[in-house]
């Protein structure tokens, strides 16, 4: 089983920056990618970003590219995603998870969340 806690979220302006975190537990974190989703009221979960077992590669969803990094310590088996330039339309939960590829692009590994974390970008 594993455990996944998200935290780091908040309110801030449009342009402003959050550092969200997540704190694994219960399995082999390193051997695993890793990635955020995120969930606007009234729409299905998406694919945000992830990065390999190594932390040597990266993929982002178009909508965040530019804006948003990615990066994990294996060490502290946490993952983080800066998020600068923020606009309204990334207000969502944002929640972590292991990920695999799938058609063309990826998905949840594990079938169970965390709470997620709260963004609310205002304009």
């Known amino acids: 089983q594993v455990q996944l806690v998200e935290s780091g979220g908040g309110l801030v302006q449009a342009g402003g920056s959050l550092r969200l975190s997540c704190a694994a537990s219960?399995?082999?974190?390193?051997?695993?990618?890793m990635g955020w989703f995120r969930q606007a009221p009234g729409k299905e979960r998406e694919f945000v970003a992830t990065i390999s077992w190594s932390g040597a590669s990266t993929d982002y969803a178009d909508s965040v590219k530019g804006r948003f990094t990615i990066s994990r310590d294996t060490a502290k088996n946490t993952v983080y995603l800066q998020m600068n330039n923020l606009v309204p339309e990334d207000t969502a939960v944002y929640y972590c998870?292991?990920?695999?590829?799938?058609?063309?692009?990826?998905?949840?590994?594990?079938?169970?969340w965390g709470q997620g974390t709260q963004v609310t970008v205002s304009s």
């Open positions: 998870n292991a990920v695999r590829a799938y058609r063309g692009s990826y998905e949840p590994r594990f079938g169970s």
């Open positions: 219960g399995r082999t974190f390193s051997s695993y990618d």
